[in-house]
């Protein structure tokens, strides 16, 4: 069967077959008060990632850190960004050297080597252990009250 009409077939299910594959996929009962809309979405969630693949670890991560964010403040944009957008050069002059990075989609490139972290970069540079936003400008040190 196309994955299409492995959707369309589960969008047709009653509850009770929704709750029975539920407990075949997942091993339990379907969470109280769960509606057949969102089992429904699982379900077919799940189909989805089995055939394609998952999200992966790093996403995974970023989806709980924003939702992380959202519960301490619901009224927080979901489009704030956790740093520089791909593409951007992060620029610091330091003891007479100018020193540009560019942000790319898994790290950042400094002298022709990639980098996973700016802190990696800020401690080759300076010789000490900096925080790499911070030195790079991203952050600044909060102010005790």
């Known amino acids: 069967m196309s994955l299409e009409s492995d959707i369309a077939a589960i969008e047709e299910l009653p509850k009770e077959d929704l709750v029975e594959r539920w407990r075949l996929l997942y091993g339990k009962e379907p969470p109280a008060g769960l509606s057949v809309k969102l089992m429904r979405g699982a379900l ?6 089995r055939r394609h ?4 670890s790093r996403t995974r991560t970023r989806l709980q850190r924003i939702a992380t964010r959202l519960e301490k403040n619901p009224d927080r944009s979901v489009l704030e960004t956790e740093g520089p957008s791909p593409g951007t050069r992060l620029t610091r002059d330091w003891h007479g050297s100018r020193h540009v990075v560019e942000v790319l989609s898994d790290g950042y490139a ?6 996973a972290s700016l802190s990696e970069i800020a ?8 925080s790499g936003p911070r030195f790079f400008g991203l952050k600044t040190r909060r102010k005790v009250a």
């Open 44 to 49: 077919i969630y799940d189909l989805q990632a």
């Open 53 to 56: 693949g998952d999200l992966s």
């Open 110 to 115: 400094w002298q022709g080597a990639t980098y």
């Open 123 to 130: 401690r080759r540079i300076t010789g000490a252990r900096w």
